[in-house]
């Protein structure tokens, strides 16, 4: 992938990392972000940044490794059943461009239908990625995910969105 991006490059990393969840490959969706990149699921609507109070995730390159580890581990109390996850990425937009630093800021909204025990939860909200470019591809450097009903009652959150 080399030259300028346009919205298509960024819809299809976007969509390739949606099927790596979908489809349990979480190594797969690990090695999308940059050695020190960090993923956030905010507690709170507009919440502006993840020390100002707890967040329902907060996980920097090391916490997303243990993450991935328990994900991976077929008998995992939480993962037993495993969830089977089906997501929609839509509304990509291009926020910010740094070019010198070949980065983006990129927007989108997804909806996430998670099915395990027989129950079946919807997720729903926005997305933002600062991605780079890493010798030819795109690295997630931080993912911010604002749910919907972020301050409302949760259970046990076990996949990534």
């Not at 507009?46 to 580890?69: A, F, G």
């Not at 109390?77 to 495993?82: E, I, K, L, N, V």
């Not at 291009?94 to 990129?106: G, H, N, T």
């Not at 991605?131 to 749910?147: A, Q, S």
Request: net charge negative; charged share 35%.
């Amino acid at each position: 992938m080399g030259g300028i991006p346009d919205l298509r490059d960024f819809e299809t990393f976007l969509f390739h990392e949606a099927r790596c969840l979908d489809e349990g490959r979480f190594e797969d969706w690990l090695d999308l972000f940059t050695a020190d990149g960090w993923y956030w699921v905010p507690s709170q609507p507009d919440q502006e940044n993840p020390r100002d109070t707890v967040s329902l995730i907060y996980d920097d390159r090391r916490l997303l490794e243990t993450r991935v580890r328990r994900l991976s581990r077929p008998g995992a109390h939480d993962r037993s059943p495993p969830s089977r996850t089906s997501r929609i990425i839509d509304n990509v937009t291009v926020e910010e461009v740094d070019a010198p630093a070949d980065s983006w800021l990129i927007g989108s909204r997804f909806q996430m239908v998670e099915h395990r025990r027989d129950r079946q939860r919807v997720f729903a909200g926005a997305c933002r990625h600062r991605l780079e470019r890493h010798d030819g591809h795109f690295r997630i450097r931080w993912k911010r995910v604002d749910l919907v009903n972020c301050d409302g009652m949760m259970e046990g959150l076990a996949v990534p969105f």
